[in-house]
């Protein structure tokens, strides 16, 4: 079965500051997808990220740094120097080839950055 | 402008009343799916469609049908809606689900069964 847990329902930090958002998944498949996706307030989701299994390399894209590690079957979403625009409900999701077409969200971690 | 519409945006309706939301999109992707979301619970993924005639059930299908007549048109069916189906739907489109591309999401239609 595949799954993906966010256990961090809600996280609140000061402008500047840094966070990270954790995502652990369980999956038996050697072949899956990775992603992250962005709800601001206003209720859209956005697409962040995709990383396939094969690939650990870390990425960075401007403030945002995403750590994959297979051997704890993680797939870390970092912030840095956190906006006030950032506050939002981030959601990491996995999908799997072997076993069918499905795609797997967590439950979501709500990020509120203070000013 | 490439887009997936959702109608309706809000819908209020009673218990066992047929309904149909509608979702479309413009950018020719094969791969179209549907979800809701619920407070705690995240997005739950309902029915998703490979291609036109190709359905298959995800992980909270009873009480939901669709159908993929078209490559651009994906709707969801209520036949008889029930309270527990209170909730935030969204569609989703992706090029293809075999390299799982990234899904384009809709705005949401929030729905409430009394």
């Known amino acids: 079965a595949q799954k993906v847990t966010q256990a961090q329902t809600e996280i609140s930090v000061v402008e500047k500051e840094d966070v990270t958002l954790d995502c652990v998944y369980e999956?038996?498949?050697?072949?899956?997808?990775l992603f992250w996706y962005k709800q601001p307030p206003s209720g859209e989701l956005v697409f962040l990220i995709r990383?396939?299994?094969?690939?650990?390399q870390n990425e960075i894209s401007g403030r945002y740094s995403w750590n994959f590690q297979k051997s704890t079957s993680s797939f870390n979403f970092t912030i840095t120097a956190s906006q006030v625009v950032d506050s939002a409900v981030y959601f990491c999701?996995?999908?799997?080839?072997?076993?069918?077409?499905?795609?797997?969200f967590g439950t979501g971690t709500s990020l509120t950055v203070i000013p | 402008e490439a887009q997936v519409t959702q109608n309706p945006r809000y819908l209020i309706t009673v218990t066992g009343k047929k309904l149909t939301v509608t979702c479309s999109q413009n950018?020719?992707?094969?791969?179209m799916s549907w979800y809701r979301q619920d407070p705690g619970l995240g997005l739950r993924q309902i029915y998703y469609?490979?291609?036109?005639?190709?359905?298959d059930k995800g992980d909270v299908p009873e009480g939901y049908k669709v159908s993929r007549k078209e490559k651009r048109n994906f709707p969801l069916i209520l036949e008889s809606p029930s309270p527990n189906q209170t909730s935030l739907y969204f569609c989703?489109?992706?090029?293809?689900?075999?390299?799982?591309?990234?899904?384009?999401f809709g705005p949401g239609t929030r729905l409430t069964v009394t």
């Open positions: 989703a489109s992706s090029l293809s689900a075999g390299r799982r591309d990234e899904q384009y």
């Open positions: 999956t038996r498949d050697t072949t899956y997808y």
């Open positions: 990383r396939n299994s094969f690939d650990e």
């Open positions: 999701a996995l999908s799997v080839t072997n076993t069918g077409n499905q795609f797997y």
């Open positions: 950018m020719n992707h094969e791969y």
């Open positions: 469609s490979m291609n036109v005639e190709v359905t």
